[in-house]
Each structure stands twice: as structure tokens, then as C-alpha cells.
């Protein structure tokens, strides 16, 4: 297939809040910033319904509005949003070397990362569904949390983010269910403690989801034990699966330093990492917070290094 080779000076990689946010500072900063959006653009975001904790929305917006917005921000001061999907990276090159769709080489002074993190799913149908209508199904309790207040929900997993989540939503719902597929769980034992110790929080072990119930919304789940066999419904009206996420980092292994989950190390207080020029920001460097508004100020700070990164270069 026929290549054609582009240079551009700040290329940002993902379209979620951390890559808006780095191309509306780096627009901003004239680095004429090339934004390449990856298979979903907008990103996490677009899956979810109302988002109401992002500073500045007093009403609270949808996912992909709020999305829509940061993109028009970025646009506005002359980023260029392009669909495509990075496939391949040399790094270590000066300048560093990026394919788009296999088709596109681009060759690039500063990359910022921001590819963010997929979360993982049962892969059960009825999940799948009320998870797209936005149903009641739902992989953030922080975002989502607060619409079933008072009521009985279930969570499913067993490590820090479940453990963190259920004790989130004991505090807002009547009643969790914890599903947990083995007779332990992989939770830091500070928080499991915590779990147990939450009378409104029932652990179900050696357990597995079989079934979600529900047209529009979620009405109950059907859950296995499996050491029983014995099947049993919940009457819930939300799902929340916290079985955790993928980095989507895949391409840059081998190069760019990352932890065993694939989750890209920056030096702590910046978001450089371990190539000069090249910088992570957002959910692929953050296994702990992901939020919009936290990986969107990262992708401030990965805006601001870039900047200084070129000035000190000499590029810019
Ligand atoms: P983990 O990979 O640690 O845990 C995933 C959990 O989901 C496991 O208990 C696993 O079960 C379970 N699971 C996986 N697939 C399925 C499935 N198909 N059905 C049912 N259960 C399933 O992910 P986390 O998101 O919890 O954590 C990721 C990393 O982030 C960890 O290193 C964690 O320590 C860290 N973290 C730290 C926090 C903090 O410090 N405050 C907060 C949140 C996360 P099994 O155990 O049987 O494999």
C-alpha cells in the first residue's frame, strides 16, 4: 500500500478529555496540534449518559455533549480533529515516527499520549444492551452512582476498584450486592475489611452473573453460586461491573516504560515519560482516579510539557 509522510510538530494521540484538553492548550500555545481520534472518538465519555460532576456544568450535560464541546474548544483554536487509528509507533526516532490506519506516516516533534482505558465487561447480552441505552448498567459508580440512590444495586469484582466502588455506593444506595467469583477476594485487605465491615453491603462468593433482567431498565440479576449450584434473583435496579480496565497502550510496548497492567509511567508531578518528547496523559497513565476532570487536567499538564519540551529543543 502506498505511504505518504506528513511532519507535524505536536501530534496527540485519543480523543478523550485529556487529549481535548492538551490540543485546546497546545492550539493555544501555537504548536498547531494534530488530534487523531482512535475508533470512539470522544471516548469513554460517549458511553455514558448524564455527566454531573464536571466542574462548570451546574446542570449537569451528556457524555458525548460534553465531549462535542471540548472538541469545538479545541477546534476553535485551530486543532486539527482527524479520524483515524495509530497503529504503529517508532518512538526512540527523531523525529518520532507514527502510522495512522497503516496507511499514514507521520513524523512528529512531541507526542502526546491519551488513549485512555477501555473498561472490561461480563460479556453477557443483556449487558451489553442496557449498558449502550444507558439502562442501568454501568461501569463508573462515581459517575453514576447517585442515580439509584436509595435503592438496591450489585456490583460485580473483587479487587481495590470494586471494594472502593461497593463502600462508595453503601453510602448513597439501600443495599449492594457484592458479586465475587472466588472464595477471596483480590482487594487490598484494608479494603476488604472495609466491605465486610459495611452491614449494607452482601458479599456473594464463588459467585457468577448468569443473567441481566429488565427491557428498558435494570429490574434484577440472576447470579450462580458455584460451588452450590444454587441460582438466585436480586431485585436491583442498577449493575455496575468493576472487573477492570484495559490501557489501551499496546502499540508502545517495548518502548515507553508501563506497569504489568500496561498502564504508561510518566515521572511523578509531570507526564513525561521515559522518551524525551513523548508524554501520557489520562486514563493510560492512571490506574487510580479516571475521571473526566482529572484526566483532563493532566492533559493540561502534558500540553505544558510539550511546550516547554519544543521551547528547550529549540523547535518552538
Ligand atoms: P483488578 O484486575 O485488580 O481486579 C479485577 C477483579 O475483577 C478481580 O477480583 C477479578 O477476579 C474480577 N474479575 C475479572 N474478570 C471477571 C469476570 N469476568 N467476572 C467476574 N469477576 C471478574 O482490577 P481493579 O480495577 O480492581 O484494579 C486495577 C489496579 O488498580 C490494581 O492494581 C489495583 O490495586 C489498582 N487500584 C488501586 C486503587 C487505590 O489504590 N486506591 C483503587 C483502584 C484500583 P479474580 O480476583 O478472581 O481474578
Known amino acids: 500500500m502506498q505511504t505518504k509522510t506528513e511532519h507535524i510538530t505536536c501530534l496527540i494521540i485519543g480523543s478523550g478529555p485529556a487529549g481535548y484538553t492538551a490540543a485546546i492548550y497546545a492550539a493555544r500555545a501555537d504548536l498547531k496540534p494534530v488530534l487523531y481520534t482512535g475508533l470512539t472518538p470522544g471516548g469513554q465519555l460517549t458511553e ?13 450535560i451528556t457524555g458525548p455533549e460534553l465531549m462535542e464541546d471540548l ?30 490506519d497503516e496507511t499514514t506516516e507521520i513524523t512528529a516533534d512531541t507526542v502526546i499520549i491519551s488513549t485512555g482505558a477501555s473498561a472490561k465487561w461480563i460479556g453477557l447480552e443483556n449487558e451489553t444492551r442496557l449498558r449502550m441505552s444507558a439502562g442501568g448498567v454501568s461501569a463508573c459508580a462515581v459517575c453514576d452512582g447517585f442515580f439509584f440512590k436509595g435503592q438496591d444495586v450489585a456490583i460485580v469484582g473483587a479487587g481495590d476498584t470494586a471494594a472502593e466502588e461497593a463502600t462508595y455506593l453503601s453510602k448513597l444506595c439501600k443495599k449492594v450486592y457484592m458479586i465475587v467469583r472466588r472464595g477471596e477476594m483480590r482487594a487490598s485487605k484494608a479494603m476488604q475489611q472495609r466491605v465486610k465491615n459495611t452491614p449494607n453491603i452482601e458479599i456473594l462468593w464463588d459467585s457468577e452473573t448468569l443473567d441481566i433482567l429488565g427491557k ?11 460451588k452450590t449450584n444454587e441460582t438466585r434473583t436480586l431485585n436491583i435496579t442498577g449493575f455496575f461491573v ?6 489501551n497502550t499496546a502499540i508502545f510496548k517495548g518502548q515507553l516504560d508501563m506497569d504489568e497492567l500496561g498502564y504508561l509511567h510518566v515521572v511523578p508531578g509531570s507526564t513525561k515519560t521515559n522518551i524525551e518528547g513523548v508524554f501520557a496523559v489520562g486514563d493510560c497513565a492512571d490506574k487510580t482516579y479516571r475521571q473526566a476532570v482529572t484526566a483532563a487536567g493532566s492533559g493540561c499538564m502534558g500540553a505544558l510539557d510539550a511546550e516547554r519540551y519544543l521551547a528547550s529543543a529549540g523547535v518552538h
Open 216 to 226: 428498558d431498565t435494570v429490574e434484577g440479576a440472576i447470579v450462580k453460586n458455584n
Open 242 to 247: 468493576a472487573i477492570g480496565h484495559n490501557p
Open 71 to 100: 472538541k469545538a474548544q479545541a477546534e476553535r483554536f485551530g486543532t486539527q480533529v482527524r479520524f483515524g487509528l495509530v497503529t504503529k509507533a517508532d518512538l526512540n526516532a527523531s523525529p518520532k515516527r507514527v502510522w495512522v
Open 48 to 60: 455514558t449518559t448524564e455527566v454531573d460532576n464536571f466542574p462548570g456544568y451546574p446542570k449537569g
